[in-house]
């Protein structure tokens, strides 16, 4: 398994089990989307950035909410081309953790 996030070109960051799609010369044509959510970041502090006093050493909250990204399609695995990905990074351990736990685990037990 392989979790990956995507920013595709639309501007939405989706969370996967991502696999390559290659060619049979060996050539990444697009990649395969395995129960694909859309990930939005919700800013949690009541203090806007202009009350923030730039000293201060406190962080930032941020809630992220995950949703499925084609939630009206039979396919679990969605194909890809990879014109449509802007780049695709590790999460970090607490998002992916989420992920497995909400999204793939649920799926399981379906």
């Known amino acids: 398994m392989t979790i990956k996030v995507v920013l595709l070109k639309s501007g939405e960051d ?16 697009g990649y395969f989307l395995t129960k694909p959510c859309v990930m939005k970041m919700q800013n949690t502090d009541n203090i806007t950035p202009e009350e923030m ?11 992220v909410t995950m949703y499925p990204w084609m939630p009206v399609a039979k396919e679990k ?3 890809m081309a990879t014109d449509w990905v802007v780049t ?7 998002i992916s953790q989420m992920y497995e736990e909400d999204i793939l685990k649920n799926e399981k037990n379906e």
């Open 14 to 29: 989706v969370i996967a089990d991502v696999k390559e799609m290659v060619s049979p010369d060996k050539k990444v044509i």
């Open 77 to 79: 695995t969605i194909p």
């Open 88 to 94: 695709m990074v590790t999460p970090i351990d607490k």
């Open 53 to 63: 006093d730039p000293k201060s050493e406190r962080k930032s909250e941020f809630s």
